[in-house]
Protein backbone atom coordinates (compact mmCIF):
# COMPACT_ATOMS: atom_id res chain seq x y z
CA UNK A 1 0.00 0.00 0.00
CA UNK A 2 1.58 3.61 -1.12
CA UNK A 3 0.42 5.73 1.95
CA UNK A 4 -0.26 8.92 0.26
CA UNK A 5 -2.97 6.92 -1.22
CA UNK A 6 -4.32 5.34 1.57
CA UNK A 7 -7.76 6.45 3.35
CA UNK A 8 -8.00 6.99 6.38
CA UNK A 9 -10.49 3.46 7.64
CA UNK A 10 -6.81 1.49 5.83
CA UNK A 11 -4.59 3.44 7.96
CA UNK A 12 -6.28 2.78 11.32
CA UNK A 13 -6.33 -1.41 10.00
CA UNK A 14 -2.92 -1.10 9.27
CA UNK A 15 -2.14 0.30 12.57
CA UNK A 16 -4.45 -2.39 14.41
CA UNK A 17 -2.51 -5.31 12.08
CA UNK A 18 1.27 -3.73 12.60
CA UNK A 19 1.70 -3.53 9.51
CA UNK A 20 5.30 -2.62 8.67
CA UNK A 21 5.89 1.23 7.46
CA UNK A 22 8.72 1.59 4.92
CA UNK A 23 10.66 4.64 4.10
CA UNK A 24 12.84 4.11 1.37
CA UNK A 25 15.84 6.47 1.84
CA UNK A 26 18.91 7.51 -0.51
CA UNK A 27 20.26 10.37 -2.31
CA UNK A 28 21.35 12.12 -5.53
CA UNK A 29 25.08 11.96 -6.37
CA UNK A 30 27.01 10.69 -9.44
CA UNK A 31 27.33 7.40 -10.18
CA UNK A 32 29.70 7.44 -13.69
CA UNK A 33 28.76 8.86 -16.83
CA UNK A 34 26.58 5.68 -17.22
CA UNK A 35 24.46 5.25 -14.31
CA UNK A 36 21.40 7.45 -13.10
CA UNK A 37 22.47 9.83 -10.08
CA UNK A 38 19.67 8.39 -7.96
CA UNK A 39 21.19 5.07 -8.32
CA UNK A 40 21.13 4.38 -4.57
CA UNK A 41 17.55 5.43 -3.94
CA UNK A 42 16.31 3.70 -6.63
CA UNK A 43 17.47 0.52 -5.80
CA UNK A 44 15.83 0.82 -2.40
CA UNK A 45 12.62 1.60 -3.78
CA UNK A 46 12.36 -0.67 -6.32
CA UNK A 47 13.60 -3.66 -4.02
CA UNK A 48 10.47 -1.94 -1.90
CA UNK A 49 8.17 -2.26 -4.64
CA UNK A 50 9.59 -6.72 -4.78
CA UNK A 51 8.75 -6.68 -1.21
CA UNK A 52 5.12 -5.37 -1.49
CA UNK A 53 4.65 -7.66 -4.49
CA UNK A 54 4.70 -10.19 -1.58
CA UNK A 55 3.98 -8.89 1.40
CA UNK A 56 1.59 -6.67 3.00
CA UNK A 57 3.83 -3.15 3.74
CA UNK A 58 2.84 0.13 3.88
CA UNK A 59 5.61 2.72 1.51
CA UNK A 60 5.92 5.87 2.38
CA UNK A 61 6.81 8.69 -0.16
CA UNK A 62 10.82 7.92 -0.90
CA UNK A 63 13.58 10.56 0.21
CA UNK A 64 16.39 11.34 -1.91
CA UNK A 65 18.13 14.36 -0.43
CA UNK A 66 20.50 12.94 1.92
CA UNK A 67 23.99 13.88 2.54
CA UNK A 68 25.25 12.84 -0.66
CA UNK A 69 28.78 14.52 0.09
CA UNK A 70 31.29 15.81 -2.72
CA UNK A 71 33.48 12.95 -2.07
CA UNK A 72 33.20 11.53 -4.98
CA UNK A 73 32.88 14.71 -7.40
CA UNK A 74 32.39 18.36 -7.37
CA UNK A 75 28.55 19.02 -8.15
CA UNK A 76 29.26 21.47 -10.94
CA UNK A 77 27.68 19.84 -14.21
CA UNK A 78 27.66 16.14 -12.33
CA UNK A 79 24.50 16.33 -10.27
CA UNK A 80 25.53 15.28 -6.52
CA UNK A 81 23.16 16.89 -4.46
CA UNK A 82 24.50 17.26 -1.05
CA UNK A 83 21.97 18.53 1.74
CA UNK A 84 24.34 17.82 5.08
CA UNK A 85 23.18 15.91 8.12
CA UNK A 86 22.43 18.79 10.14
CA UNK A 87 19.42 19.50 8.37
CA UNK A 88 18.20 15.89 7.90
CA UNK A 89 18.41 15.23 11.48
CA UNK A 90 15.47 17.42 12.59
CA UNK A 91 13.56 16.84 9.87
CA UNK A 92 13.67 13.20 10.39
CA UNK A 93 12.74 13.62 13.92
CA UNK A 94 9.95 15.50 13.00
CA UNK A 95 8.76 13.34 10.43
CA UNK A 96 9.01 10.03 12.61
CA UNK A 97 7.35 11.89 15.39
CA UNK A 98 4.55 12.73 13.20
CA UNK A 99 4.45 8.84 12.33
CA UNK A 100 4.49 7.88 16.34
CA UNK A 101 1.09 10.06 16.14
CA UNK A 102 -0.37 8.40 13.78
CA UNK A 103 -0.06 5.21 15.22
CA UNK A 104 2.38 3.05 13.50
CA UNK A 105 4.72 1.47 15.56
CA UNK A 106 6.49 -0.90 12.96
CA UNK A 107 8.63 1.40 11.20
CA UNK A 108 11.65 1.13 9.04
CA UNK A 109 13.98 2.98 6.77
CA UNK A 110 16.10 1.21 4.20
CA UNK A 111 19.40 2.88 3.07
CA UNK A 112 22.03 1.81 0.10
CA UNK A 113 23.92 4.96 0.24
CA UNK A 114 27.45 5.10 2.10
CA UNK A 115 26.45 1.83 4.25
CA UNK A 116 29.33 -0.44 3.71
CA UNK A 117 30.60 0.49 7.47
CA UNK A 118 26.98 0.92 9.08
CA UNK A 119 27.84 0.28 12.53
CA UNK A 120 29.98 3.15 12.21
CA UNK A 121 27.54 5.27 10.21
CA UNK A 122 27.21 7.63 8.09
CA UNK A 123 25.99 11.44 7.68
CA UNK A 124 22.28 10.29 6.42
CA UNK A 125 22.14 7.50 8.01
CA UNK A 126 23.13 8.87 11.25
CA UNK A 127 20.69 11.74 10.95
CA UNK A 128 17.65 9.15 10.84
CA UNK A 129 18.93 7.15 13.22
CA UNK A 130 19.28 10.22 15.78
CA UNK A 131 15.69 11.45 14.33
CA UNK A 132 14.50 8.48 14.96
CA UNK A 133 15.80 8.12 18.28
CA UNK A 134 14.98 11.58 19.27
CA UNK A 135 11.42 11.36 18.16
CA UNK A 136 10.55 8.17 20.17
CA UNK A 137 11.78 9.63 23.17
CA UNK A 138 9.86 12.72 22.67
CA UNK A 139 6.72 10.82 21.84
CA UNK A 140 7.11 8.65 25.20
CA UNK A 141 7.59 11.78 27.42
CA UNK A 142 4.24 13.46 25.64
CA UNK A 143 2.55 10.74 26.44
CA UNK A 144 3.75 8.86 29.10
CA UNK A 145 5.02 12.03 30.98
CA UNK A 146 8.66 12.47 32.64
CA UNK A 147 9.77 9.82 34.25
CA UNK A 148 8.21 7.37 32.39
CA UNK A 149 10.95 4.85 32.65
CA UNK A 150 11.63 5.16 36.34
CA UNK A 151 7.78 4.30 36.70
CA UNK A 152 6.70 0.82 38.56
CA UNK A 153 5.07 -0.19 35.33
CA UNK A 154 8.12 -0.37 34.16
CA UNK A 155 9.89 -3.04 36.22
CA UNK A 156 9.48 -5.42 33.54
CA UNK A 157 11.77 -3.36 31.15
CA UNK A 158 14.51 -5.37 30.32
CA UNK A 159 12.80 -8.35 29.84
CA UNK A 160 10.33 -6.99 26.89
CA UNK A 161 13.76 -5.58 25.67
CA UNK A 162 15.16 -8.68 25.18
CA UNK A 163 11.70 -10.16 23.80
CA UNK A 164 11.54 -7.77 21.13
CA UNK A 165 9.09 -4.96 22.54
CA UNK A 166 10.93 -2.20 23.75
CA UNK A 167 10.13 0.96 22.36
CA UNK A 168 13.08 1.66 20.90
CA UNK A 169 12.18 -0.92 18.26
CA UNK A 170 9.39 1.21 16.93
CA UNK A 171 11.77 2.46 14.19
CA UNK A 172 14.94 0.81 12.25
CA UNK A 173 16.84 2.06 9.96
CA UNK A 174 18.41 -1.04 7.93
CA UNK A 175 21.12 -0.82 5.09
CA UNK A 176 19.53 -2.09 1.91
CA UNK A 177 22.76 -5.31 1.56
CA UNK A 178 23.78 -6.32 5.23
CA UNK A 179 27.60 -7.84 5.63
CA UNK A 180 26.38 -11.20 4.81
CA UNK A 181 25.15 -10.24 0.96
CA UNK A 182 27.87 -8.09 0.42
CA UNK A 183 30.33 -10.86 1.52
CA UNK A 184 29.08 -12.88 -1.61
CA UNK A 185 27.79 -9.78 -3.77
CA UNK A 186 30.18 -6.74 -4.89
CA UNK A 187 29.72 -3.79 -2.55
CA UNK A 188 30.73 -0.68 -4.81
CA UNK A 189 30.51 3.09 -6.09
CA UNK A 190 29.00 2.36 -10.03
CA UNK A 191 31.30 -0.30 -10.36
CA UNK A 192 30.38 -4.24 -11.41
CA UNK A 193 27.82 -4.49 -8.32
CA UNK A 194 25.82 -1.46 -8.35
CA UNK A 195 25.63 -1.70 -12.34
CA UNK A 196 24.51 -5.12 -12.29
CA UNK A 197 22.03 -4.37 -9.39
CA UNK A 198 20.72 -1.50 -11.55
CA UNK A 199 20.73 -3.76 -14.87
CA UNK A 200 18.73 -5.83 -12.63
CA UNK A 201 16.52 -3.34 -10.71
CA UNK A 202 15.70 -0.66 -13.19
CA UNK A 203 17.34 -1.08 -16.46
CA UNK A 204 16.20 2.19 -17.73
CA UNK A 205 19.06 4.10 -15.50
CA UNK A 206 21.70 2.06 -17.53
CA UNK A 207 23.30 3.79 -20.65
CA UNK A 208 25.97 1.10 -21.34
CA UNK A 209 27.39 3.07 -24.41
CA UNK A 210 28.62 5.64 -22.15
CA UNK A 211 30.69 3.26 -20.16
CA UNK A 212 33.18 4.11 -22.45
CA UNK A 213 32.94 7.97 -20.81
CA UNK A 214 34.06 6.60 -17.52
CA UNK A 215 37.77 7.20 -16.47
CA UNK A 216 37.66 7.16 -13.11
CA UNK A 217 38.98 3.97 -11.00
CA UNK A 218 35.55 3.18 -9.17
CA UNK A 219 34.30 2.56 -12.32
CA UNK A 220 36.88 0.67 -14.20
CA UNK A 221 35.08 -2.75 -13.16
CA UNK A 222 31.25 -1.80 -14.47
CA UNK A 223 32.45 -2.92 -17.66
CA UNK A 224 32.10 -6.52 -16.40
CA UNK A 225 28.57 -6.41 -14.79
CA UNK A 226 25.20 -8.32 -16.44
CA UNK A 227 21.75 -7.96 -15.75
CA UNK A 228 22.48 -12.30 -14.05
CA UNK A 229 25.18 -10.96 -11.63
CA UNK A 230 22.47 -8.05 -10.52
CA UNK A 231 19.38 -11.03 -10.46
CA UNK A 232 21.41 -12.66 -7.84
CA UNK A 233 21.62 -9.44 -5.80
CA UNK A 234 18.35 -9.03 -6.03
CA UNK A 235 17.17 -12.28 -4.90
CA UNK A 236 19.77 -12.01 -1.80
CA UNK A 237 18.47 -8.73 -0.57
CA UNK A 238 14.88 -9.52 -1.35
CA UNK A 239 15.03 -12.81 0.88
CA UNK A 240 16.53 -10.23 4.00
CA UNK A 241 13.98 -7.81 3.52
CA UNK A 242 11.39 -10.00 3.79
CA UNK A 243 12.87 -11.10 6.90
CA UNK A 244 13.36 -8.26 8.18
CA UNK A 245 9.44 -6.11 7.30
CA UNK A 246 7.27 -8.83 9.27
Known amino acids: MRFELMRPHQIRAAIAANTPVVLPLGVLEYHGEHLGVGMDTLAV???????????EIIV???????????AVEPPEGNGSLQVDAKV?????????????????RNIHGIIHHQSENF??????????????????????EKTRGEGWWGKADMASYYSDHAAGSDPFNWIKIHPLMSKEIT???PFDHAG????????ALCPEAVEEARLA???????????????????????????????ILV
Open 60 to 70: LPPFYYGAASY
Open 88 to 104: LAPFAEEMFFGLLRIGF
Open 183 to 185: DDY
Open 213 to 243: DNTAWYTESAKQATAALGTQGREAILKRLLD
Open 119 to 140: LAGMPTDLSFRLGARQAIFRFI
Open 45 to 55: IKMVDLVERER
Open 192 to 199: IGETALMM
